[in-house]
């Protein structure tokens, strides 16, 4: 534009950029150029990243809640429209909720142990340990299992677009699922230092499934009395896998046995017989426990810090703790430009230093 030339309607900023260049991911290919420069200062190790996510309000009002069941939306915005589209798409993607707001229906109604409820997306991370720098980010509503979902996401995006293996993977408890640790050691050969999410051990002074040693081999469990927990106890006409609808697999001790065990009342107090729950994805957790044994998992703990830190530089320091953007088009946008903010301010403190030794925890 020249000096005399007629400035555009500030309309058109946001109509750019929801309509006419929201196909070119404009956002992204800045975001992947100031991360391309990190990589060639050497601020990139590759080593390891460290996932997590954090809920940031949307810009929704926690009293507007959808109230018709029927499809009156009352004239679509861009939000709601978005919304409408990925349900006519992939219905089945977009997890029922208890409310839904009529502002931002892809938002998402959470709240935080004890505190009041509100409409919500979550930002998130995958961040390289040597330095802190945010390698992809990823908007989804505030939901626990799109987050996992958008690890995935966001590992094979950064293999496709940057080149980088994702190694090792540090997370917190919420990514040991037993299917999401299946996904990274069986299908992605990804090292998993995230804690198991075990729900086999009991509190009640009876065994746990830990008491119990698994052959592989023979695919039987040996119980306390070195008695046999099988798949099957008896042969079907037409063979079954045994797998429940929640990938795990029910093995059965004999109820001969249990009725003359000496450790009956150790083991399986209330019932005629034992049975121990394995998960399809077994082997997975076994790698996940056996990793975080390792001295190399204690220092992963600690680089889990370089994902945490800048959630609360974008809350403290950039006031990023409502969206003003809606949909989740928005959120993404929003996200993307936060993140790399974040590198650029990362990347100008290491330029003149030069890359920070293994498992820096300076703050951004
Ligand atoms: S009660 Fe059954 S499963 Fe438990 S220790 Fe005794 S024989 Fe084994």
Known sequence: MSINDKVPDHSTFSKNRHDRFREAEAFRFVFEQVLKRCMDEGLIG?????????????????????????????GGSRAI????????????????????SQTDPMARWTAAPGGPAYYAYSTNYLVDTQAGIIVDVEATPAFRSQEIESTKTMSERVKDRLGLDTKKLIGDTAYGTAEFLGWMVNEKGIEPHVPVWDKGKRTDGTFSRSDFIFNEDNDQYIC????????????????RTGVTQSNEIKYRASKLDCAACPLKEQCC????????????HESARDVARAVRQTPDYRRTRRQRKQVE???????????MDRLRLRGISGARDEFILTA?????????????????GICATVPI
């Open 340 to 356: 790399t903010a974040q590198n650029l301010r990362r990347m100008a403190k290491y330029l003149s230093t030069g890359p920070p």
């Open 81 to 100: 429209n978005e919304y409408l589209d990925a349900l006519k798409e992939d219905g089945s993607s977009i997890a029922p909720a208890k409310k839904v």
């Open 269 to 280: 107090p209330n019932v005629e017989l034992r049975k121990v729950v394995r998960s399809i």
């Open 46 to 74: 590759g080593e390891g990243f460290a996932v997590d996510a954090s809920v940031v309000k949307a810009d929704a009002s926690r009293q507007k809640h959808h109230q018709n069941d029927d499809d009156d939306w009352g």
């Open 224 to 239: 306390p009395n070195g008695k046999l927990l099988k798949r099957h106890r008896r042969n079907f006409k037409v063979p």
């Open 309 to 319: 830190m800048p959630f609360a530089h974008m809350k403290r320091i950039l006031k």
